[in-house]
Every structure is written in C-alpha cells, then in structure tokens.
C-alpha cells in the first residue's frame, strides 16, 4: 500500500494518526511534521469528503477525501490556471481553497481526543511532581522553566512571523488572481457591448445605396460600409481599402488546400470580418451580425443588404478584430 504523508495540526498533535478521523477511505496514511502557513475547514457538503489531488493543476484524485468539517494545516498555496486557489495538505496532496474557511491557528482539533488525552495526563503527573519536590528543587526548576519558557516565546515570535509572511503571500496572490478576472470580465463586457453597437448601426445602413469609392454616410462600398460602422459604433479607425482590412486583428478561419471546408457559424462570432478572395488580393468584406448572417454593400444593383452565408458563396478569411 502506497503511504503519504499529510500534515500534522499543530507543533505537537497530529492531524490524525490512521486517517479514518478526517479521512473518508479505507486508505491508511502517516502524519507529517512541518510548519503550517495557516489553518482551514473544510466547508464542502455535511457528510460528505472533499476530495484530494496530486497537484493543484490537472492532478489525479488520489482515492481519498477530507472530511467535512475537520481542520487542516497549510503548508503551501497554489494559484491554477484558471485562477482558483489551492492549499497543499501533504507532501503531495491538495485541496481546492474554495471548499474552506479559515480558522484560528489556535483553534483546537476535533479529531485529536487521544492527543488530548496524553496532554491531560502530562500534566497530572507534572502538578503530583510538584507537590514532592522541595523547595530548592523548586527554585531549579523554576530557573529551568524561564529558560524553556523565554526559548518558547522565541519560537512562537518567529512562528508566528511565518504565518504573517505566509498570510501576506496568499492575501497577494488572492488578489492578483482577483485582478486578472476582473480585468478579463471588463474586457469581455466591453467587447460584448462593443459588437451590440456594430450590429444596430451596421443594420441601420440596410437599404443604402452602393457605390464604388463612396465613403458614406448616404452610400457605401464594401470597405468603406466597414470602416464607417466600426469608427461610428465601436471608435475604432480601421483602414480603408479591403487590402488593409485583411491584415487587422487574429485569422479565425481561412480556407486552404489543405482546409477545403467551408466556415461554420459555430466558429464566428458578432463583429467578425468576413473576407472573400485570398489575404493578398481580397476583393470583398462584410459584418457578421450573429445568426449566420452579415451586412454588406454588397453590388451596384443590391445596394447595402443582410444576407445569410451559403456554401456556395463562404467567406474565404475570417478576421476578429474586437
């Protein structure tokens, strides 16, 4: 049977000795001494076990689980690349951060009754031990007790000074990983409320006339119908000419030799620009508004017009520029 060792809660007790506490398997696992950075409980669904991974980015489940509502120590934290917070239990074991909550590290362990135990009987025996001994001993004693006491004291300052550091560490990436989502929501909202814009004034264009070199607002040639919704609605400054249009934003789709096949809805989205011809010589552009459907000043005798993508006429490019 594969050991692994898990953390112990505390200086001195373990989090538990065989597992079956805070462990919902028949696995059994050994404690591990180490400094925690900070305690935490698990906070996942009454009577059920969390379970616990091999890593914090793409682990495997290793067989068992935290229980809920037993305590666990924190040796490191993770951040993954979805921007979701893991805590390292044991020498290779995490949890996800989302299913805790934080406790005191003074806070005491429900699982620990046998640790408990021994402590309380440490302690019988001290107070008969006192009361034997004479009152020189006594004064040794009590030289021998500062000292261990002030060596203690030493040890909780720094302790408790890695659990600040560790506390700050986390608190930073907490917020950082916070930062990033925020931004990436507000770039989405904006890009959403972006293409909003481009399609209604891109419809309202609808029924224009077409004419070669016309730059509108009364009437459009394909280029220059693009170059005026995207300034208009969105404030961007496209280019000109459809030769200029080709090279702006990442290639979504292009057909080639080796991808015959036509694009799909499924691949666009609203504010696409559609190309038809090759990247080096295309001779037409159009919007997508959503629905397989997109806007363009399309001929002489059609005028700007909605039409919905066929086979038989697929763009050739497909360009995202929002």
Known sequence: MTKHKLFKLGAAAALTVTGVSAITSLKTVRAANFTAIKRVKINYLPGKGLNIWTNYNK????????????????????????????????????????????????????????????????????????????????????????????????????????????????D?????????????????????????????????????????????????????????????AAGMNLPRTTYDQVKVGQTVYQKSQANGQPVSASNLQVGDLLFWGSESAPYHVAIYIGNNQYVNAATPEQGTILQTMTSYFAPTIVKRVL
């Open 172 to 232: 930073a990436a907490v917020k950082k990983t916070s930062k990033k989502l925020t931004t990436k929501k507000v770039a989405s909202t904006q890009a959403s409320s972006k293409a909003g814009a481009i399609v209604a004034l891109a419809k309202q264009q609808v029924g224009k006339p077409y004419a070669w070199g016309a730059n509108g607002p009364d009437s459009f040639d394909c280029s220059s119908l693009v170059q005026y919704v995207f300034k208009n």
């Open 59 to 170: 682990g495997k489940f290793m067989g068992y689980r935290a229980k809920d509502g037993t305590i666990w120590n924190v040796a490191e934290t993770a951040v993954d690349k979805k921007g979701n917070l893991w805590y390292k239990v044991g020498t290779r074991e995490w949890i996800e951060a989302r299913y805790t909550v934080d406790v005191g590290m003074d806070t005491p362990d429900s699982t620990n009754a046998k640790t408990k135990d021994r402590v309380t009987n440490v302690s019988t025996k001290k107070k008969t031990s006192k009361k034997t001994t004479t009152k020189v001993n006594n004064v040794i004693s009590l030289g021998t007790v500062t000292k261990k006491s002030t060596k203690k004291s030493t040890k909780t300052k720094s302790k408790a000074a890695k659990v600040k550091k560790a506390k700050q560490i986390v």
